[in-house]
């Protein structure tokens, strides 16, 4: 018995079967790469060499190469770093929380948005690395290992290493729960494939065959790392927030950090996931799987934490008025009306006013118009990151040492570097392993199809 | 006869049809040797009378390993063996243990239960299943019959079974 929802918008159109979805899906891994792959990827690594000259640079020379001063100590390394790990915060989400609520529109995003969470976390983690100075020592001060100094161990009660612990569990176990995704999917090329691919892609998928009794442990395995990676994934923000909250800077010593972040975290991964996912099912003709529904649900969320992060801004300046701080008061007008203004209306027109115009069912199914607000949402959360820690330490406790940040050709340089190696792993991804999880879409083709294959 | 050496296939294309299958098969007493499907199929392991998986209980254990091995770490050197002031607290500053500590709990709560479960379904990359139909990755579910378990059946009365409880083809297996 068939029953379809007539309430509910189907979530695979164009009348697939199972042979559908195995053949789109595995059509782009098998064929030949296109033009334009080609040529994406040419760029992604043309990006990539030019900003590792940057990279080489800084290493080489030490971080002097890079626009900081004495006053403004933390600038476009961190603000790039909690950029990126914010964008790394969609992937997770996706797959883990939507899948606790069982929220089956993820299944067809969920493979490209957890791959776009593991890149972006390597762009991140580039970063604080970089800014060791010397990298090849940083496993002592980052990790708890016997050294010399008697062993002097690092210091657990601050921040930067709850980070350190928070970034590396949460790579890994995003990496996890992406792989064994991916294997009854590698098996599906394996068994469709001859040769040497018949071979690597075996490899990859270690053996899978499909058993009964193999799912259900895939399933109970896929549930309970759904279950640990929620409160990771909103534990990975507040411990970046706690490297601004526990400090005593005005305009960064606040408790609603937490919060904020994770919100602004959720709310610019989207935006990320919309900018790829937009080019990718045009580019790979998946536009019966990433439907216009899909695109609309996605703009929700965006409008959702846009809110909630236009009212933790609102919040944090009501907050400084209010507590009576001298201090925290001036580094909020500061940031509004001082030298870094045009830093802080454009966060506040990409972050709090842009998203707005997505209540308008128009705009949030119209493709061009997410596109583009999607870019805007990103550069937003950029300044976002650039006002709270550039504005908040550019004007410190003496006049005397006020400082304006300018960056260097290095701190560019190091920022094209992520973006080379973020779209280098991109296109690789999207060329040689299947972007959608078949086995996952198969499950819900007869009950979610808006014509039921029989 | 050899046990597990040669099969009979009943290959089902819809999965609604493979779970009554399942119960009809096993209700004319034939013994099933395992059901190979494209995707999760939900309600299968209670229709194959396959208990729960245990898995989340090796997450729990293993996640409590990690909650005692990072307490144990971080006491022992911020307290016993190189105690220190940092902030005016108490060397053993127990509030600030906890955001490791619930690391290090996901962290070996994951990659356990993920290795025990490649241990347990026997996955490895030099692993070499047995592919019962290049269709079970694609399209197609397959329930494999050991004709050696069910040697009082016969060929014929397994193959009749298939076809009857909705098959759509039934076809014969042997591995060396």
């Known amino acids: 018995m068939q029953v379809t929802s007539s309430v509910r918008e189907p979530l695979i159109t164009g009348g697939k079967t199972l042979k559908d979805v195995t053949h789109d899906v595995s059509r782009q891994v098998e064929g030949k790469p296109t033009l334009g792959w080609i040529l994406g990827l040419l760029v992604a690594v043309g990006a990539l060499l030019l900003g590792s000259l940057a990279l080489v640079a800084t290493l080489w020379e030490g971080i002097g190469m890079w626009g900081l001063n004495k006053t403004i100590g933390w600038a476009w390394d961190i603000t790039n770093f909690v950029w990126w790990v914010g964008i790394g915060h969609a992937g997770t989400l996706i797959s883990a929380v939507l899948l606790l609520f069982r929220q089956k529109w993820r299944m067809a995003i969920n493979r490209a948005a957890e791959a776009m969470t593991i890149f972006a976390v390597i762009c991140a983690a580039m970063f604080p690395i970089i800014h060791m100075g010397r990298p090849w020592l940083g496993a002592y001060w980052a990790l708890p290992l016997p050294n010399t100094f008697g062993s002097l161990w690092v210091n657990f009660n601050s921040p930067l290493l709850w980070d350190v612990f928070a970034i590396s569990t949460y790579f890994s176990v995003s990496l996890v729960f992406w792989y064994i995704g991916l294997i009854p999917d590698f098996a ?150 001082g030298p870094y203004w045009w830093a802080y209306w454009s966060m506040m027109t990409c972050n709090v006013i842009s998203p707005q115009l997505f209540w308008f069912k128009k705009i949030r199914t119209s493709i061009v118009a997410t596109f583009i607000l999607s870019l805007v949402v990103n550069i937003g959360m950029w300044f976002e990151r650039f006002v709270i820690i550039v504005t908040s330490l550019h004007r410190d406790f003496l006049p005397s040492s006020w400082a304006m940040f300018y960056p260097t050709l290095s701190d560019i340089g190091v920022y094209l570097f992520t973006f080379g190696l973020f779209f280098t792993l991109f296109l690789l991804f999207a060329k040689f392993f299947p972007v959608i999880n078949m086995a996952e879409v198969k499950s819900i083709v007869k009950s979610s199809s808006e014509k039921v294959n029989k | 006869m050899e046990r597990d050496k040669n099969f009979v296939l009943g290959v089902f294309d819809d999965e609604d049809v493979l779970l009554d299958a399942v119960s009809k098969v096993r209700g004319s007493g034939v013994k099933i040797h395992e059901v190979y499907s494209p995707f999760p199929v939900h309600g299968i392991d209670d229709v194959l009378g396959y208990k729960r998986s245990r898995l989340p209980i090796a997450a729990f254990l293993f996640g409590i390993l990690g909650t005692t091995l990072a307490l144990v770490m971080q006491f022992y050197m911020m307290k016993i063996d190189w105690p220190m002031i940092i902030g005016g607290k108490d060397h053993a500053a127990f509030p600030d243990f906890i955001p490791v500590t619930f690391e290090l709990t996901v962290l070996l709560a994951a990659f356990g239960m993920v290795g025990v479960f490649m241990v347990s379904s026997n996955l490895k990359p030099w692993a070499q299943p047995r592919i019962f139909d290049l269709r079970i990755t694609d399209d197609k579910h397959v329930m494999a019959i050991d004709l050696a378990t069910n040697a009082s059946l016969g060929e014929e009365k397994i193959g009749d079974i298939l076809k009857s409880s909705g098959a759509t083809e039934v076809n014969k297996k042997s591995f060396e």
């Not at chain 1, 959702?304 to 507590?323: D, K, P």
């Open chain 1, 188 to 337: 599906t090329i394996r068994d469709r494939a001859t040769g040497l691919r018949k071979t690597i892609y075996g490899a990859l998928s270690f053996g899978w065959d499909g058993a009964a009794k193999t799912w259900s442990r895939y399933e109970s395995v896929a549930l309970i790392l759904a279950g640990l990676a929620t409160p990771l994934v909103l534990s990975v923000h507040t411990i970046v927030s706690f490297d601004f909250a526990t400090s005593v800077i005005p305009g960064w010593h606040t408790t609603i950090f937490p919060p904020y972040f994770v919100a602004g975290a959720i709310f610019s991964g989207f935006a990320m996931v919309l900018t790829l996912m937009i080019i990718t099912r045009k580019v790979f003709k998946l536009e019966d799987y990433i439907t216009i529904g899909h695109i609309e649900l996605m703009n929700i969320v965006i409008i959702i934490t846009g809110s909630i992060v236009g009212i933790a801004y609102i919040t944090e300046f009501f907050i400084a008025w209010y507590s009576g701080v001298a201090a925290e008061q001036y580094a909020f007008i500061n940031r509004a009306f």
